[in-house]
């Protein structure tokens, strides 16, 4: 057999050299030796083309029974291969927040917001198994008991479902002359926009534009406010979610998006007016075409709620004001690929306060991004 710490250093040399297959065929044998996360990363890699065969190695692993493993199995169903919510996915869910395992806990409580004691039944489980995790989503805001709870798979997943039908129920609302801008009013629970806040603010660094010339990354007095690129190898199953209804709000393929950016502004940022479509000469650009070409939509999802600080239409006198849990969409482009005037939009400045957001760019065709989150 093969020593494991010689097949990690191989597939190092592999991503290092380019020779990608390779460096994941290497991950494979060193995740059927035991190692969890050389298997989640072979797992996933396969899972964008193929999800059933990704969770059979992964059921083939001697340690597939693994909470971590069983748990990213129920993700590669939800996401790659079933695209909702199954009841057997749920109850594996269940099952493992029952012992402890605090990532099934929060999928948990994201889904059953709708239901109050419920949620503080769940609450209190995550405050019993994982007090840390418990502290940073949610303190000072509740001082909850400490309570390891018997969980009702049945009663769980009656919540779940009716939360999955009001989330494909929902109905977007056209706030102008131009009939794709659109928003959804409490699209996101106060959970779910404080969860992604305390989950990746750590991340925060200044904000970048691309250069009109080469298409590089830059900072510039245009957009003052801090970012955090929430990239394919930090995104979790929440993150993922907000995708799906970020896709459904937009009309777009969920596959076409760019990574979420979760977004700060204080102390006077802003972000200037500007289009997000790229000009002509940034698409003549390899990397922007190979990256997924035009940006066709933009999806913002607001997180806390303020008075200032409004996304502004200059063109047609329009402002939407951040709302918790509100989500704004317009496309950026017409039907010919053509940019839309009325698309040119600003964030105003933030004079007192924060305001956190997240945004979402769509793109023509798939992005590297949505085809490893989302399957190909």
Not at 265 to 288: M, R, T, V, W
Not at 326 to 339: A, E, S
Request: glycine letters at 4%; one cysteine or more.
């Amino acid at each position: 057999m093969v020593n494991l710490q010689h097949l990690l250093t191989q597939a190092d040399a592999c991503f290092q050299s380019g020779r990608t297959d390779e460096a994941y065929s290497f991950l494979k044998d060193a995740g059927q030796q035991g190692h969890i996360y050389a298997a989640l990363d072979f797992a996933y890699f396969t899972a964008k083309d193929n999800s059933d065969s990704a969770i059979s190695y992964l059921n083939s692993l001697s340690n597939s029974d693994n909470s971590t493993v069983v748990y990213h199995k129920c993700l590669i169903h939800r996401f790659y291969r079933e695209r909702a919510m199954s009841q057997t996915t749920i109850q594996q869910l269940v099952m493992l927040a029952q012992k402890g395992h605090a990532e099934s806990s929060i999928v948990l409580l994201s889904w059953c917001v709708d239901d109050a004691s419920l949620f503080s039944l769940l609450q209190s489980h995550l405050a019993f198994y994982s007090p840390n995790i418990h502290k940073q989503l949610f303190q000072p805001l509740t001082d909850t008991e400490a309570k390891d709870y018997v969980l009702d798979i049945e009663l769980i997943t009656k919540v779940i479902q009716r939360r999955e039908q009001k989330v494909l129920a929902g109905v977007s609302k056209s706030i102008s002359d131009d009939k794709d801008i659109k928003v959804l009013e409490d699209a996101l629970s106060p959970f779910e926009c404080n969860y992604m806040i305390a989950r990746y603010h750590s991340l925060l660094e200044p904000s970048l534009v691309l250069n009109p010339i080469d298409g590089r990354p830059m900072q510039d007095t245009v957009r003052t406010s801090e970012v955090a690129v929430i990239s394919s190898n930090v995104v979790d199953w929440i993150c993922r979610d907000i995708d799906l209804k970020m896709s459904l709000l937009s009309g777009s393929k969920v596959n076409h998006g760019e990574p979420l950016n979760l977004l700060c502004y204080q102390n006077g940022q802003q972000y200037k007016p500007h289009f997000d479509a790229f000009s002509e000469e940034q698409l003549k650009q390899k990397s922007i075409q190979e990256e997924g070409g035009q940006r066709t939509h933009t999806i913002i999802a607001y997180l806390n709620t303020l008075h200032e600080g409004s996304t502004s239409f200059p063109k047609l006198k329009l402002e939407v004001v951040p709302e918790q849990g509100k989500l704004l969409t317009f496309t950026n482009v017409d039907n010919n690929n053509k940019l839309k005037q009325t698309s040119y939009h600003c964030g105003n400045p933030v004079v007192s306060g924060k305001k956190w957001i997240l945004t979402k760019w769509v793109r023509s065709n798939q992005t590297e991004y949505g085809t490893l989150v989302h399957g190909g």
